[in-house]
């Protein structure tokens, strides 16, 4: 399945929403979404200081969880100004229905031919 760049802003649109609605009261600045460059390492980065959430342009599997996972990174960021995996964003992951978890040796793309 390939995903326009347009598909995956709508998804990252309704997680803000959601988690708005949840916690927030919509006063969330949204993230823009943009397919990044071959050499990303991770399926999906949060860009903190340009709010930008870039994905791996081979990306195809998982990519509603890693916008998912990115999208909380924003949501935390703008919170409490965490940039870790830390405690909110594990409770905004479980918001979502989601396991906060990290799957770096599965999301490291740049490097697989």
């Known amino acids: 399945m390939h995903y326009q760049v347009k598909d995956c802003q709508k998804i990252s649109d309704r997680l803000y929403r959601k988690l708005g609605k949840k916690v927030f009261l919509n006063e969330l600045k949204y993230?823009?979404?943009?397919?990044?460059?071959?050499?990303?390492?991770?399926?999906?980065?949060?860009?903190?200081?340009?709010?930008?959430?870039?994905?791996?342009?081979?990306l195809a599997l998982g990519i509603k969880e890693?916008?998912?996972?990115?999208?909380?990174?924003?949501?935390a960021y703008q919170w409490k100004t965490q940039k870790t995996h830390g405690i909110y964003w594990k409770i905004l992951m479980r918001l979502l229905g989601l396991k906060p978890r990290i799957r770096t040796e599965d999301w490291r793309l740049s490097k697989r031919k």
Do not use: Q, S
């Open 31 to 58: 993230p823009k979404v943009k397919i990044g460059t071959k050499d990303l390492e991770y399926a999906g980065y949060y860009y903190f200081k340009e709010n930008i959430l870039a994905l791996h342009p081979r």
């Open 66 to 75: 890693t916008i998912a996972h990115e999208v909380c990174h924003a949501v």
